[in-house]
C-alpha cells in the first residue's frame, strides 16, 4: 500500500468516526445541520473504503434518526425548543 492509499484511507476513518460523532451530537442538538453532515460523511467515508465500515454505517443511521427526530418535532409543533428574541 503505497503512501497516497494509506493517507486515503486514513482520511475515510476519520470521516467514519466524524459522521459517528455528529450523528450522535445531532440527536441532542442541531439535527437539521448536523444529520445531513452525518450522512455525507458516513457515505463518503464508504465509498472511499474506510476500514471503520461499522462507525460509517452507524453515522448513517444516526444522521437518518437525527432527521426523523426532527421531522417529528416539527409534526407534533415542537419545532424549536427555545425562542430567539423574545
Same mark, same amino acid.
Given at each position: 500500500?503505497?503512501?497516497?492509499?494509506?493517507?486515503?484511507?486514513?482520511?475515510?476513518?476519520?470521516?467514519?468516526?466524524?459522521?459517528?460523532? *455528529?450523528? $450522535?451530537?445531532? =440527536? /441532542?442538538?442541531?439535527?437539521?445541520? *448536523?444529520?445531513?453532515?452525518? *450522512?455525507? /460523511? &458516513?457515505? $463518503?467515508? $464508504?465509498?472511499?473504503?474506510?476500514?471503520?465500515? &461499522?462507525?460509517? /454505517?452507524?453515522?448513517?443511521? =444516526? &444522521?437518518?434518526?437525527? *432527521?426523523?427526530? $426532527?421531522?417529528?418535532?416539527?409534526?407534533?409543533?415542537?419545532?424549536?425548543?427555545?425562542?430567539?428574541?423574545?
Amino acid at each position: 500500500m503505497n503512501l497516497s492509499q494509506r493517507q486515503r484511507t486514513g482520511e475515510a476513518d476519520q470521516m467514519a468516526v466524524a459522521s459517528f460523532v *455528529l450523528g $450522535l451530537i445531532g =440527536l /441532542l442538538v442541531f439535527n437539521l445541520v *448536523l444529520g445531513p453532515l452525518a *450522512l455525507a /460523511l &458516513g457515505g $463518503l467515508a $464508504l465509498v472511499r473504503g474506510t476500514g471503520r465500515r &461499522g462507525r460509517a /454505517l452507524l453515522g448513517l443511521a =444516526l &444522521g437518518a434518526a437525527d *432527521l426523523a427526530v $426532527l421531522a417529528g418535532a416539527v409534526a407534533t409543533s415542537h419545532g424549536t425548543l427555545w425562542q430567539l428574541g423574545g
